[in-house]
């Protein structure tokens, strides 16, 4: 009895269609649905930008409302993406322990919070930054959530889709900082784009049962062999090298980064060149291969990218 009467004050019973959890819980489902490694992501990679589209010093008050806005969007087009979603993500294992599908949060309650976060973090970079980094953080918002959610169920080119408003950040953290859309900020947006692909192809591919019982049309659930995701895998990442190349080119950055570039790409190379050798072999018994290979480009992404901001920061001119 004292065991089931500790459980009932995290899970407690239902009230109005919503679970009563404990108040330290119901803090952690919110953030969850902010989606906190992506959030994450953006706004490191926005702050990136923003530092290297520093002329003088830093200037750092406008360096923490670049901070604060992009983690608010971000965190706010998260909850949103999953109020949309929250009828798919109950079909997928990996999702169905979120907030909305597992009825911790009423789905009201993701939309109010979604906007809020949303609208505060676009007003946020539109007053305290710039016009024009209002105006990308509207794009950024408008782009993910009237075009990127619902392609995923509609084309396997929506990964492609969602790769704009991903790749916006480091551009937002350039007008944050410019007050101009220059060449060296569309730079940074093709470097992040290009690193997209490899990374959420990977992903997909490892949960490729998962969107297919919930209905997405990704690339990885209409390509059964991942002959075609593993030929995208290795275009953008194969387009990482002239992109990264050009901001030494631009002057951006110096001959450590141009160095260090070439070596992290080489190495996250090796890893998409796996993949396209194994989907070009035939035979049931080498899928546990490819998502083998396809988990070890996933978790290759995830130093990749940050490992070069560093040497970008670093390398700064």
């Not at 599908?101 to 976060?117: D, Q, T, W």
């Amino acid at each position: 009895m004292q065991r089931h009467a500790e459980s009932m004050t995290i899970t407690g019973t239902f009230h109005d269609g919503q679970a009563m959890v404990h108040p330290r819980t119901r803090v952690i489902d919110y953030v969850t649905l902010m989606k906190p490694e992506l959030t994450l992501l953006s706004m490191l990679s926005a702050l990136c930008g923003y530092y290297m589209g520093s002329t003088d010093s830093l200037h750092v008050i406008g360096f923490v409302h670049t901070a604060i806005g992009t983690t608010l969007l971000g965190g706010g087009v998260g909850a949103l993406n999953m109020f949309i979603e929250r009828d798919y993500d109950a079909m997928m294992k990996r999702t169905e322990r979120r907030p909305l599908p597992s009825g911790r949060l009423l789905p009201r309650h993701a939309l109010l919070f979604g906007l809020v976060l949303s609208i505060i973090g676009i007003v946020e970079l539109m007053t305290f930054t710039n016009e024009l980094t209002g105006v990308l953080a509207i794009a950024t918002f408008v782009s993910y959530i009237f075009i990127y959610t619902p392609a995923k169920r509609r084309t396997e080119y929506s990964t492609l889709l969602g790769g704009i408003p991903g790749s916006l950040p480091p551009l937002i953290g350039w007008t944050a900082a410019r007050g101009s859309l220059d060449l060296e900020g569309w730079v940074l947006f093709a470097i992040l784009f290009c690193w997209q692909m490899p990374h959420f192809y990977g992903l997909a591919w490892m949960y490729r049962k998962d969107y297919a019982r919930a209905g997405y049309k990704m690339l990885t659930v209409v390509d059964p062999t991942g002959k075609r995701s593993s030929r995208h895998t290795l275009l953008f990442t194969l387009g990482l090298f002239p992109a990264t190349m050009l901001t030494s080119m631009l002057a951006l950055t110096g001959t450590l980064f141009a160095i260090g570039a070439t070596v992290l790409n080489i190495i996250f190379l090796l890893y998409a060149i796996r993949l396209i050798l194994l989907t070009s072999e035939s035979g049931a018994d080498n899928s546990m291969a490819v998502t083998a290979t396809a988990r070890r480009l996933f978790f290759a992404s995830l130093w990749y990218l940050p490992s070069l901001m560093i040497l970008m920061c670093i390398s700064k001119r």
